[in-house]
């Protein structure tokens, strides 16, 4: 039977707290939210009717600092995707030592059948529910599926009508109302980051290396601008409609002007139709999930034809698919640490505003480069210690960060 997104996540935890050989009343205390607040949200439709929509927002541990994690808006979002992905924030932002604890949320909405002013009525009502839970110093949402810059506007100025001027209450704001620069491709380039030190760590390079990236929204799209930049070979791409693939290599930005002119990479001249399906077991060097979880399963794992995995997407490798690829010698780079370039250019992002005080986009790259780099060489350290695989690794460091702060500040 398939184990559902919390108990993956907590069955890698697991795997740390084994490593660590922590006790059980620490497997308690990581493991168990702080806060879960579940709101009804009603609001006034074009037409008139009433739309009333379910919303939550997960606070799963705040030992290391304020709250962080994503608003999603999608039709499938529940108690356990936002409970794990909470989780998963937690160890995200330990992972990569940023000051931050871990959090989600989301509304349970299909924002493609609601107009513009019905969104932005959804967001500040959204925001009105759980103003009394946020803040700059407390709880710091950001962007995540079907939610962006836009979005984060609405809910920064609903929240400041409140309290005041609060730039910093929420992060992925647009770059002219107190946004970062670099926040837009941070966790593509993250992503780009992690498997270049990964390669380089056996004497390879990005240049040649073909890539095959499920997913070409803004983490997909990025990640492969930027590596087709570096002279990796993107061999084929996908988004929801379907997928091409070339094994020469796709001009990545003739399929960018065509995504732009049609809405899809679907029918992109000079390359093949392919699945969803089917790319993820495409010869390519490195496969790259950057759209939804679990797609990576025991009913396709065997097929996987790249070498490494780059899980820029939460949560898009099965617990049964890890152990397959463990076994075949498939390496993961696993969420936690490979697509967490997102949530530390927001912790960028919060620091511009709490300095007042604006970043280049060269500084912002730079420590961005910085950060992820550091994340690995302690991952890189961990495995060597404790002979364990990288997703392992990541997850005890993160757990290691985490209990040390649990310990230093007590439970008085």
């Not at 308690?28 to 379910?54: Q, Y």
Request: aromatic share 8%.
């Amino acid at each position: 039977m398939s184990m559902n997104a919390t108990e993956t996540t907590n069955h890698y935890l697991t795997q740390a707290f084994d490593l660590l050989e922590l006790s059980p009343r620490y497997k308690t205390l990581l493991l168990t939210p702080s806060r879960e607040l579940r709101v009804e949200i009603a609001i006034e439709l074009d037409d008139g009717n009433i739309g009333n929509f379910i919303g939550y927002r997960i606070q799963h541990d705040n030992s290391r600092g304020p709250y962080k994690g994503g608003l999603r808006y999608h039709p499938d979002v529940d108690l356990d995707e936002v409970r794990s992905l909470a989780s998963l924030m937690t160890w995200k932002t330990a992972v990569v030592n940023v000051p931050f604890g871990g959090a989600k949320g989301g509304i349970q909405v299909d924002p493609t059948k609601l107009s513009r002013r019905e969104l932005e009525r959804l967001s500040r009502r959204f925001i009105d529910q759980i103003a009394e839970l946020i803040g700059p110093d407390t709880d710091i949402p950001a962007p995540d599926m079907n939610t962006n810059a836009a979005v984060m506007a609405w809910m920064f100025d609903q929240y400041s009508k409140r309290y005041g001027f609060s730039p910093g209450v929420v992060t992925g704001k647009p770059v002219e109302l107190h946004g970062s620069l670099g926040r837009d491709a941070a966790t593509g380039r993250g992503c780009l980051i992690a498997i270049r030190e990964v390669l380089a760590a056996e004497g390879k390079k990005l240049t040649g290396t073909r890539f095959a990236i499920q997913g070409f929204g803004n983490v997909g799209s990025w990640f492969a601008r930027l590596i087709h930049a570096e002279g990796g070979r993107v061999v084929a791409v996908s988004d929801v409609k379907g997928g091409i693939s070339n094994p020469d290599g796709l001009d990545i930005p003739r399929v960018m002007a065509h995504l732009k002119a049609t809405g899809s990479v679907v029918g992109f001249a000079g390359a093949t139709p392919i699945s969803n399906e089917e790319l993820l077991t495409c010869a390519c060097d490195v496969l790259v999930p950057a759209a939804l979880g679990h797609v990576l399963t025991r009913d396709n794992a065997e097929k996987v034809q790249a070498k490494w995995v780059v899980e820029a997407a939460n949560g898009p490798t099965s617990m049964e698919a890890d152990q397959i690829f463990e076994r075949r010698g498939i390496v993961c780079l696993p969420d936690i640490w490979a697509n967490a370039g997102g949530v530390t250019v927001s912790y960028f992002e919060w620091t511009q505003n709490t300095q007042k005080f604006r970043w280049s986009e060269e500084q912002v790259n730079r420590e961005l480069d910085k950060y992820m780099v550091d994340a690995w060489r302690s991952i890189q350290t961990m495995m060597k210690e404790r002979r364990c695989s990288m997703r392992t690794a990541a997850f005890a460091l993160a757990v290691s960060r985490v209990k040390e702060a649990t310990d230093l500040r007590g439970l008085g």
